[in-house]
């Protein structure tokens, strides 16, 4: 998979190069749509989940934070990483929906190799 021409990497993940499908100026549009959309998702939860982390960082050494503090701020980092990656799946089938029939068969290729 990572050795396609239309997968970069960013970060430590792999991105699908989706112009690597012949789309359209509509499809082109649609998906321009939905990275807006996703960069905003992904920057208000990545801010939240970095704040609660360096919040959980400074509970964890505080003499005075009680279990039930602990367990809250980590229950909530871990649901933020969870809808996180819900809402990246989510984001990936909307732009799938936007693709041909064909177009689908060649993304399905690309993801395979």
């Known amino acids: 998979m990572l050795n396609s021409p239309c997968i970069a990497i960013q970060g430590d993940f792999p991105v699908i190069r989706w112009e690597c499908l012949g789309l359209s100026y509509n499809q082109q549009t649609h998906m321009k749509e939905l ?15 970095i704040n609660d982390q360096k919040a959980l960082q400074y509970i964890l050494s505080n003499p005075y934070s009680t279990h039930k503090e602990i367990r809250e701020l980590h229950n909530r980092i871990l649901l933020n990483k969870n809808t996180l990656r819900a809402q990246a799946m989510e984001i990936f089938l909307e732009k799938r929906d936007v693709l041909t029939q064909t177009q689908k068969k060649n993304l399905h290729q690309i993801i395979s190799r």
């Not at 990275?35 to 989940?49: F, G």
Request: charged fraction near 35%; charge should be positive.
């Open 35 to 49: 990275d807006s959309k996703w960069e905003r998702i992904n920057q208000n939860l990545r801010t939240s989940i």
